[in-house]
């Protein structure tokens, strides 16, 4: 259906204005860890925020659904500046509520196999506070779009909570260059 990616614009817009989203977690908060599957160039493998941070800085950015337009967009984004964020020493982990067949796909066609994504569980969206929600209270299956900068030590050090995907990834890479060197 050509007129697919405009149908799913207008429906994710419908709800940035029917739903609310929790107030995101604030910098200086310690980041709830997890361990969740996640998928990388199509491949499956065991994620925990925890040994990741043992790396180095974490971007954990969520976002509504795969292959939807700002989705694939903001994933090409973080594709062309994964070499930027790595040489900051950051790891970045793209997080949905999709299932992980559907993160598998889009781990290879949209995130180009340079960078993985993860299942955001109900436990996780809701630790996270991105949940988008019905104004009754009831919880939407999509996450708000919401990128977190998580310093090694595991504290938030950088929010950015934004229906428009544009700024993500520059205010996220700004934000991990100015963390305090390793």
Not at 71 to 77: G, L, N, R, S
Not at 125 to 147: C, M, Q, W
Request: net charge positive; proline share 8%.
């Amino acid at each position: 259906m050509k007129y697919a990616p405009m149908l799913a614009i207008a429906a994710l817009a419908a709800l940035s204005f029917s739903v609310t989203a929790h107030a995101q977690l604030a910098p200086g908060a310690r980041a709830p860890d997890f361990a969740t599957q996640a998928a990388m160039g199509g491949n499956d493998f065991p994620f925990k925020l925890s040994e990741a941070l043992k790396k180095g800085p974490v971007v954990l950015y969520f976002y509504p659904k795969a292959f939807t337009p700002g989705c694939t967009m903001e994933a090409h984004a973080f594709a062309a500046a994964i070499d930027d964020f790595h040489k900051a020493g950051a790891t970045v982990m793209g997080m949905s509520a999709d299932d992980l067949p559907t993160l598998k796909r889009f781990s290879t066609s949209e995130c180009q196999s340079k960078f993985p994504v993860a299942v955001a569980s109900p436990a996780i969206v809701e630790a996270y506070h991105v949940a988008f929600r019905k104004p009754d209270g009831t919880p939407l299956p999509i996450t708000n779009r919401t990128s977190y900068v998580i310093a090694r030590d595991g504290h938030i050090s950088f929010v950015h909570s934004n229906l428009d995907w544009h700024d993500h990834v520059k205010l996220t890479l700004a934000a991990v260059q100015a963390l305090p060197a390793r």
